[in-house]
């Protein structure tokens, strides 16, 4: 439908009444919270943005390849200088993947469940790779977004074009509602073995996956600021349950509640990683 244009002094006086229905709106609502969690603190960093965890994670070894071998390995790669985004698919040349098998087609069915405190959580791995520099060693993961989707193959050039195919169902956003515009801030070598170690943990509530088909393909996308070096990439994380629910053979210390006490969690995803 053609809109027609407003008269200057209308389209005035609309902008006006939108400002002050905005400055309404800022009064009677509470603002909405951008939740920016810094895993560059410590090896007991984490927290928590729309209901998934995000921890330190100190998996090894993490090269392609190895890493994420137990879960079924590498499914995407992503490697720009600056800022860079990319989404798993077995079409090439999408957004800044790395073509080759390690950028793939994700089966729902080939990826693992953990439970943490009584909930499971679908985990994933992501191992960055930055120049060893104090200005270049962090990466900020600005956008994580995961879909599931009907079809494989995608080739969509913009994360609209991802949105908006009709075979795509969005089931994760960093970015969504309640937390808002969120980010997580990385050092690649926090742990002193650069990109030999995985960095995070990523604990998706298996809830968000509701109604998907084993047959369904999983489509993470991300996008990161400040990156330089070689490539980003992720893998699935192990096998649960894991700590408190199941102690396994060498039982830990009984975690804390909280995030700060799945730490032990972490250790365990390093084992079975190996
Ligand atoms: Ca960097
Ligand atoms: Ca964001
Ligand atoms: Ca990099």
Known sequence: MK?????????????YA??????????????VEAVSIDLTTSINAGGEINGAIFLVDNSQPAGTGIFGRDAGGVFLRIQVTGTEQGYNTSANGVMDNKTGPFTRDLLYSTLNTVSIEGSLYVPFLLDTNEMNTVEGRTITMESLKIFSSTTGGLSHGDI??????AATTLLYDLDGTPDGDSSVLLDYDLIGRGSGAADM???????????VEDDEYIVLYSSFSGADAGFEEWTPGAQGPLPPDDPGPNPLPEPSTGVMGLIGLMLILRRRNR
């Open 18 to 31: 939108l400002a002050i229905g905005c400055t309404l709106f800022g009064w009677l609502s509470p603002p």
């Open 201 to 211: 943990g990523v604990f998706i509530p298996l809830i968000n996956f509701a109604g």
């Open 160 to 165: 609209g074009g991802l949105e908006g195919d």
């Open 3 to 15: 809109m027609t244009p407003k008269p200057p002094h209308k389209r005035a006086a609309a902008k």
